[in-house]
């Protein structure tokens, strides 16, 4: 007899999974160790690509993104404080959609909620066997389930459950950090990236009254380091004009950029998705949609075993995925050094910051380039 899926955690790959599964008919619980006003509200990324929303899209799941705004055909760069507007050849590009982590998270909830769904907030759990899958809850209870889906994040406890020795995690350090602002500044474009010799910068919108801000620091600056009117004019400078409208800074955080892909995925019926299994820097603006692709495969896998009883898909999962994930950290990893080398190279010198200028430039003078960041940023390549 066939027993529920179990997926720890409700960010986006837990809540895109369950949604998934309902909708093909199969049993599942979510469990999440915040409240539901917390994980609502917790403010991340901004953008689904065209691969993320067709994954909705063939399941008739469309609605989940909302009214995002289809994202524009084009990367707004400045250079050395001059607009460097970069359009992107891949038509495909339109299907994706502007849309703040928390909206997705909160159409996830009440969607699978209306569809009758099992969601349990409030609710940590334990892993207390990934070979015949059971979690253990908070009031001692135990749950039995057909599989595990270790949706819970980089510091959650699936990763933890599997024995180091069967485990690799691969790290990289970028060498640079970001201060990551969120403030009640409307964005005038969808994307605004600053190349400079100062260090790069960004803002990107998220919804209509806040934007988030990035400003490449050392990674022994702290957040003290950074006063509000410090912020302000150090975006003016590497973006080239001033800031006029100073909102509101309602947060202010040090994220050093990093890189990790933990190998493999499965373990026994336990299957890694999401920041669980891989981080990216979010200049790739690939974390919320690596994991929704990992999503979109477990699911097929996992209905390709129910309904052809056929574990095929679910044994290729782990390799499958990190085929893709090492192919979307070879991008983020050429792409957050490429715009940063070519402002403010750091330690790594001129040599590296002439080079990056040169992969910078070619964007604009090689259509091969352009299609090859093209694809990427859809998700297609
Ligand atoms: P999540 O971390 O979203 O969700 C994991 C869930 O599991 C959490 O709700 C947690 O409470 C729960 N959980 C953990 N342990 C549990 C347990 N034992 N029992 C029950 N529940 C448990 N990505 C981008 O693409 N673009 C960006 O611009 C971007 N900006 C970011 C900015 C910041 C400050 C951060 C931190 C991340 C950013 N990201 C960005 C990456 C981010 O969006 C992640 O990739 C995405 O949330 C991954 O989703 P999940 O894998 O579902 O993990």
Redesign the pocket.
Known sequence: ETKPVLI???????LALGNFLLREGIGCVV????SREY?EHRQ????IDTRATRAFRKRGLEDRVGDGVPTEPNLGFRVDGQPRPLGLSVEEHREGRFCP?QVLVRNLISGFRQEGGDLRFD????VEDHENPRVRLGDGSIIEGDFIAG???????TRAAVPEDRITRHTHEYGYAWL?ILAEVPAHQQTLMAIHRRGFAAQ?GRGPQAS?FYLQCPLNDTTEDWPDERIWSELGTRFGEPITTKGAIVEK?L?PLRSEVLSPMSHGRLHL????AHIVP?MS?????L?LYDADAFADALVHYYKNDDPGLLDAYSDTRLNDVWNYQAFATWFTNTVHDAGDPGDRGEFHHRVARADFERLYTSGTANRLLSEFVAGLA
């Open positions: 720890i955690g409700a960010g986006v790959s837990g469990f999440e160790r915040r994980v991340r990324a901004g953008v982590q609710t940590e759990v334990t949706c819970d994040g980089s510091h959650g406890v990551v990107f988030r955080q994220v998705l999401g920041d669980a979010p603006a690939k974390g919320m949609n994991a």
